[in-house]
């Protein structure tokens, strides 16, 4: 897969035009940074995803609705309404996309999305797309998560107001069985902390990005200090290990995710996403290849909404 | 002074699940006397917060810790358990909101809830071959074998089962035979998830063609007749449902129909939850009702309305976890008090005693003032001139346990880590005690932890959800009950040590809510107390604050304290601004004026 490159650039690569360019509304800056980089003659029809139930992303779904212009259909989701989710981009992807279609070009902003949305959507994606079709994603990373906060302070979302299985990945759950967890662990501890609190799983797989692979050096710094962090808190509930995963390679992530559940096969495995966009696709992929993997998602309470993250001049791509 | 030292830590917790019977039996301080109804036949409800011990008891209930207790083998004991955890993305799968309102939801999930049951109790039994029972005993096998064509299957097929295969029966041993019957029934459990996963993406109906198995028709009858079976006892079946929360409601209900059926003296459902449970309403929009239906123990409400009670059994966990680590000393020698502020305390002592004796004591004995003023006026002292009340120290065995707040976990939670600290200083390889400044330290941690971590970050922003809101008003009326009960220490009343309040008029929907939030995390618990004025009568609902944040406030966490009768309006502005409140109160001897109408009345 291709590495970071330039936003500046992203008109050039051959993947464009898209017959279908999807992207997620966000009280981030970062849903803009890849809308607005693009020549709009490249993209023939676009969905704009809008939590409806968060007031802070309203401004920035006016602003690409009005971007996108006569070209964009709004699609509300909920992170209250998993159903009302998939139910709405069911039916907007249906509506752009039949058996008779011609070859569809998808494109996906992927930065901005829930995890949970982004993994319904994925699904969704792949049980429609047929071999003439491409589907093609974009990530922009960050410059800075917290922005301008010390590492010891920076938080991004807090409380858990439930926990469930994310539609589509409910996994073949055995009730004799152990729980052994997965957790991607960003810059969530308190989330990832309550998270095991809460699942009390018999033992957890911690990962922590590989040294090179963060989408910024100063995630680097915060990865290792919110692992150890995590790591601590986990060891009075459950025997933890610790694994390494790219935090820009989803197919890496995929693999380790797979190598980890056929590990402790004898459990049930449980994968919570918690870290960048691009290693939840790569989860969603593991998930999807393997069905025994149960995926499960729990909304914040509270989001860092002022000092969420600053976009970068960088973009990732990769083909489904 | 202790023989010999392990550096394993003694106050590990370690999930009641997955402790061996050896283990658990030796850990278990009986508290059934607090509790005689969960070993009593009949449905119970067990309510209490995460790390009240509920776990631990459905653990040492289990047939192999009876077997230890009672010296016998499962064949004579009184009932026969089974442990059933209801963890939190087991049952509840998103999946199953497809059905909600409109297509035999009831059915599809009472189905995935006894399927779900069924392998857990052939899962249970066949653990029993490996120790329990003569797997190939003619007697034990022929029975089995008669269970699984007279019963089982029977029982399966009026449900829509279809055999088609004679699943190695008849069986050589009993153990082959669990293992088919929960083939089995792994079958049919596999069937309905994949039927539900289909469910994910589609809206419109999508036909089941599977087994339909219920609680009437087949669990019930098949616990029942598992009874006969030579090798399990003749008593009634419990089944110990832990953690029934995680239920979704639709299934809450289903559970609460099995409760309505009453049929207790075959099987008894034991069923704890976390003062979550969503409803005791029925599938048929009936309540079950105690004690009609079920009894109830509510675990936060006997420790703390009951003065010694809790005290007495932490000791005995304690006690015991320091012998079993070979640490022959007493809790309150492993965990001493700050010896020099006691020293002070017990001096402000006999002079409240000396006072008394001249006459100008307020309680009806010395002690009654010593105990109800010492230590608090020890607290003011540091808080006048001083201005040093951050100082107080929490250390001590008893102190410890106040703080605890009648959840035994915290007090492990703590011990455990003031015991890592200990090590990780590395001056003494022979751990005796835990000084006093490591309790108080990591106390005053644990108050700031549990009041921060789960509230998260405090910000001026709107909030997001209602929850986001909800929460903020939490924060906000602990903040000003926090205050004001270090306004009621620093006051000159004659109660003043303060942890609890009731409404004196009724207060609104919105602090009722916050309120209960409140309870669900663990910040408050809720008892009763007798009115002793004329005019209502009855018992009132007290709300009692956690002992686990008298650090943040500077409180006096020990001892069972009084109460304020505060106005519902008057707190519910506490909801918003609570800082402004307390700013009203300017003078702690003006409390009474501004809280409540009525003169403050002791606990007891």
């Given at each position: ?83 009302k ?25 992927i ?66 069985r ?41 995630h ?52 919570a ?36 993250s ?11 | ?78 009932f ?46 066949l ?23 007279g ?119 034991k069923?704890?939850?976390q ?23 509510n ?62 004591g ?22 006048g ?54 309790q ?28 986001d ?22 006051s ?47 018992r ?43 700013r ?21």
């Amino acid at each position: 897969m291709d590495l970071a490159k330039k936003i500046d650039t992203i008109n050039d690569h051959p993947f464009w035009p898209a017959t279908l360019f999807i992207c997620s509304s966000s009280f981030e800056q970062r849903c803009r940074t890849i809308p607005d980089a693009i020549n709009q003659n490249l993209i023939e029809k676009a969905l704009v995803i809008e939590n409806e139930n968060i007031e802070q992303v309203r401004d920035n779904a006016q602003y690409l609705r009005d971007k996108f212009t006569n070209k964009g259909t709004n699609v509300r989701t909920s992170t209250a309404d998993p159903i009302k989710t998939a139910d709405s981009l069911i039916k907007a992807i249906k509506n752009n996309i039949s058996e008779s279609s011609p070859p569809q070009q998808i494109i996906v902003d992927i930065t901005t999305f829930t995890h949970e949305s982004l993994l319904i959507l994925l699904n969704l994606l792949i049980i429609v797309n047929r071999e003439q079709d491409s589907v093609i994603l974009l990530y922009n990373s960050a410059s800075d998560y917290s922005i301008d906060s010390p590492v010891n302070e920076k938080w991004l979302s807090s409380g858990i107001s439930q926990v469930r299985t994310i539609l589509g990945y409910s996994g073949d759950v055995k009730p004799i069985r152990k729980t052994h967890l997965i957790l991607f662990v960003g810059y969530e501890f308190t989330r990832a902390s309550k998270l095991i609190e809460l699942l009390e799983p018999s033992t957890i797989s911690l990962g922590y990005g590989k040294p090179g692979t963060a989408t910024s050096e100063k995630h680097e710094e915060a990865s290792e200090y919110f692992h150890q962090l995590v790591r601590g808190m986990a060891m009075k509930y459950a025997r933890v290990n610790s694994f390494a995963f790219s935090c820009s390679d989803p197919f890496d992530v995929k693999a380790t995710i797979l190598e980890k559940a056929a590990e402790f096969n004898e459990s049930n495995v449980i994968v919570a996403p918690m870290n960048t966009k691009l290693s939840t696709i790569g989860i969603g992929l593991a998930a999807i290849e393997n069905s025994h993997i149960q995926l499960c998602y729990a909304p914040a309470v509270q989001y860092n909404f002022t000092n969420y993250s600053l976009p970068s001049d960088f973009y990732y791509i990769f083909k489904l | 002074m202790a023989e010999t030292r392990s550096l394993k830590n003694p106050f590990t917790v370690t999930s009641p699940e997955d402790m061996p019977a050896t283990e658990a039996h030796s850990l278990f301080v009986d508290v059934f006397t607090d509790y005689p109804k969960i070993r009593d036949e009949g449905h119970t409800f067990l309510h209490g917060p995460r790390g009240s011990g509920k776990s631990m008891m459905f653990r040492y209930l289990m047939p192999d810790c009876q077997a230890i207790e009672n010296d016998c083998g499962i064949r004579e004991l009184p009932f026969y358990g089974i442990y059933v955890r209801i963890k939190n993305t087991e049952l509840q799968i998103t999946e199953l909101q497809r059905l909600e309102g409109k297509h035999a939801s009831y059915i599809l999930n009472e189905h995935f809830m006894v399927t779900h049951f069924a392998e857990i109790v052939f899962n249970a039994l066949l653990g029993e071959c490996e120790c329990q029972i003569d797997n190939e005993n003619k007697n034990n096998v022929d029975s089995i074998n008669n269970f699984f064509s007279g019963i089982f299957e029977r029982l399966l097929l009026n449900c829509g089962w279809a055999k088609d295969e004679s699943y190695g029966y008849p069986f050589q041993s009993v153990s082959d035979c669990l293992v088919g019957m929960y083939g089995i029934c792994n079958t049919i459990y596999s069937q309905v998830k994949h039927y539900f996963r289909k469910l994910a993406f589609y809206d419109d109906i999508i036909p089941y063609d599977g087994p339909l198995c219920s609680y009437l028709d087949f669990l019930f009858p098949l616990l029942r007749e598992l009874r006969t079976l030579p090798f399990l006892p003749a008593g009634p079946i419990f089944l110990f449902i832990d953690d029934a929360d995680n239920l979704s409601m639709t299934q809450t209900k289903i559970l609460n129909s099995w409760v309505f059926t009453r049929s207790s003296s075959e099987v008894s459902l034991k069923i704890s939850t976390q003062l979550d449970y969503k409803t005791f309403h029925t599938i048929a929009g009936k309540t079950i009702d105690t004690p009609h239906d079920y009894s109830e123990v509510n675990i936060s409400t006997i420790y703390t309305s009951k003065k010694n009670k809790y005290l007495g059994r932490v000791k005995e966990i304690i006690d015991k976890r320091l012998k079993l680590s070979n640490i022959n000393i007493t809790s309150e020698e492993f965990f001493p008090v700050n010896e020099k502020q006691e020293e002070k305390i017990l001096k402000i002592g006999q002079k409240l005693r000396e006072k008394w004796n001249k006459g100008e004591g307020k309680g009806h004995r010395p002690s009654d003032d010593v105990v109800r003023y010492a230590r608090v006026d020890y607290i003011k002292s540091r808080a006048g001139s001083l201005k040093s009340s951050h100082t107080y120290s929490y250390a001590g065995f008893y102190q410890q346990v106040h703080l605890s707040s009648g959840i035994i976990r915290y007090f492990l939670d703590a011990a455990k880590q003031m015991y890592s600290e200990v090590v990780a200083d590395g001056k003494d390889q022979h751990i005796e005690f835990i000084p006093h400044n490591i309790q108080n330290k990591v106390s005053r941690k644990k108050a700031e932890e549990f009041l921060f971590d789960e509230l998260g970050k405090k910000r001026k922003d709107q909030a997001v959800t209602e929850m986001d809101d909800k929460l903020e008003k939490l924060y906000n009326l602990i903040h000003a009950l926090g205050g004001l009960f270090r306004k009621c220490l620093l006051s000159s009343r004659s109660e003043r040590k303060v942890f609890s309040f009731a409404f004196s008029s009724q207060p609104p929907d919105e602090l009722r809510e916050v309120i209960e939030l409140g309870e669900k995390y663990g910040y408050f618990h809720k008892s009763t107390i007798g009115r002793k004025d004329s005019r209502s009568g009855g018992r009132t609902r007290l709300y009692i604050l956690s002992r686990r944040l008298a650090p943040i406030y500077t409180l006096d966490p020990t001892g069972f304290a009084g109460y304020l009768f505060i106005k519902g309006d008057f707190l519910a502005e506490a909801l918003y601004k609570p800082d402004s409140l307390l700013r009203r109160i300017k003078d702690p001897d003006d409390l009474e004026k501004s809280v409540q109408p009525q003169q403050l009345r002791l606990f007891q």
